[in-house]
């Protein structure tokens, strides 16, 4: 395989791009030519040999921008190595065991018989935008909950899986 990853994400306040970066970085590491992309800003996936599809989750729905660019680009994606990541709970549970794929998600791995996916802790840190993210910190529930030795591990797996291919 040559190596050409996308890392798309869809993201509100910033956090899933920061975790589609350190995937990104992980698979550069790895040998791969990576890059972590604003889900909306992909005009074609056509110059990429596998895709990683990240989303933060919003009241049990994957971002916006992410369904809408599996759902745009779901031809391409059948035909390469696709994993999914959802970036949500906003507690330790993501650390402290496997989040199954909200069903949205998982009807999307069905149909691209999609590789993986993970759901990783999320953050709502002071200055996130929307009135839910405001009504989440004024409840004291806000927080950083990811997890990147858990994050770097997993594209080291997709990394493994993309250069034994």
């Known amino acids: 395989m040559s190596g050409n990853v996308l890392v798309a994400y869809g993201t509100t306040n910033g956090a899933t ?17 990576a890059e972590a992309l604003p889900a909306a800003s992909v005009p074609s996936v056509e110059p990429y040999d596998a895709v990683v599809v990240g989303g933060g989750l919003y009241a049990g729905r994957w971002h916006k921008d992410a369904r809408r660019f599996v759902r745009r680009h ?5 035909k390469r190595p696709v994993w999914f ?14 989040v199954p794929p909200v069903p949205g998600v998982q009807r999307a791995m069905t149909r691209l018989d999609a590789r993986g996916h993970v759901t990783f802790g999320g953050c ?32 080291g797996d997709v990394a493994d899986a993309l250069t034994v291919e």
């Open 85 to 98: 990541f959802s970036s949500g709970p906003l507690d330790p549970s993501a650390s402290e065991r496997t």
């Open 124 to 155: 709502c840190r002071e200055g996130a935008k929307g009135r839910v993210a405001g009504m989440i910190l004024r409840s004291g529930k806000g927080g950083d909950y990811r997890d990147f030795a858990a994050i770097e591990a997993w594209a």
């Open 17 to 33: 791009a920061e975790i589609a970066d350190a995937v990104a970085e992980v698979l550069n590491k790895n040998g791969l030519t």
């Open 74 to 78: 779901r031809d391409e994606l059948g």
